[in-house]
């Protein structure tokens, strides 16, 4: 199993959307984490993103 970690500079909505993403999308092959720079407070919006906007929550992670 590969090891992944999504690192941002607050770790308040995408390394977490990303690794939520990779751990839903990736089938099991993949342990994943999320950590921050200057770690803040968590986005409330991120926890409602929708597994079927998939293709819009993916380009708002490579941003």
Known sequence: M???LFVCIHNS???QMA???LRRLGG???ETESAG???GVLNPLAPRAKPGKKKKLLHSVIE
Do not use: H, I, Q
């Open 28 to 30: 099991g092959r993949f």
């Open 37 to 39: 720079l200057d770690p």
């Open 19 to 21: 690794e939520e993403l």
């Open 2 to 4: 590969e090891r992944v």
């Open 13 to 15: 909505a995408r390394s």
